[in-house]
């Protein structure tokens, strides 16, 4: 044979666990670049975009656990947009706690145009050939009547 035989398939866990590391890094890769989009929907606290991150890394029916970003990713994600002027913060009160609500600044208007841009241009065409590779129901027309 080609040499072949002495090597053997991943067990089940091992593919699991390499799905997992796949899998995170994908989500990861987008973490600044998401927090910045949602910011530039609307004026939000770093709860709220905790909250909504939670949702964005549920994977329901995925074999793997994703932990969210928690406190301790997303405050500095903020204060480092914040220092570069991307976004910005102001102190309001909700309910009886003073709470530090951010904003986007007209850079970080710009950089989201940019990033749009660059996906409109650069990058959209392998998205969609990957999304429809990654989702065939869409691609064999699946599902319709």
Same mark, same amino acid.
């Given at each position: 044979?080609?040499?072949?035989?002495?090597?053997?398939?991943?067990?089940?866990?091992?593919a699991?666990?390499?799905?997992?590391?796949?899998? $995170?890094?994908?989500?990861?890769?987008f973490?600044?670049t998401m927090?910045?989009?949602m910011?530039s $929907?609307?004026? =939000?606290?770093?709860?709220?975009?905790?909250?909504?991150?939670?949702?964005?890394?549920?994977?329901?029916?995925a074999?793997c656990? =994703?932990?969210?970003?928690?406190?301790?990713v997303?405050?500095?994600?903020?204060?480092?947009?914040? $220092?570069?002027?991307?976004?910005?913060?102001?102190?309001?009160m909700?309910?009886?706690?003073?709470?530090?609500?951010?904003? =986007?600044?007209?850079?970080?208007e710009?950089?989201?145009?940019r990033?749009?841009? =660059?996906?409109e241009?650069?990058?959209?065409?392998?998205?969609?050939?990957?999304?429809?590779?990654?989702f065939p129901?869409?691609?064999?027309?699946?599902?319709?009547?």
């Amino acid at each position: 044979m080609l040499g072949l035989e002495n090597e053997t398939a991943p067990s089940d866990r091992e593919a699991r666990k390499f799905d997992e590391k796949i899998i $995170k890094s994908f989500m990861r890769g987008f973490g600044k670049t998401m927090i910045l989009w949602m910011i530039s $929907k609307e004026k =939000i606290h770093g709860y709220e975009i905790m909250r909504r991150l939670e949702k964005f890394y549920s994977l329901e029916g995925a074999h793997c656990r =994703i932990k969210p970003p928690g406190p301790s990713v997303v405050y500095p994600v903020l204060h480092d947009l914040e $220092k570069k002027g991307l976004i910005k913060g102001s102190w309001e009160m909700h309910g009886e706690k003073r709470v530090k609500y951010y904003e =986007i600044t007209p850079l970080g208007e710009a950089t989201i145009d940019r990033i749009r841009d =660059i996906m409109e241009k650069h990058v959209s065409k392998i998205w969609e050939d990957f999304w429809r590779d990654i989702f065939p129901s869409e691609r064999d027309g699946e599902g319709e009547e």
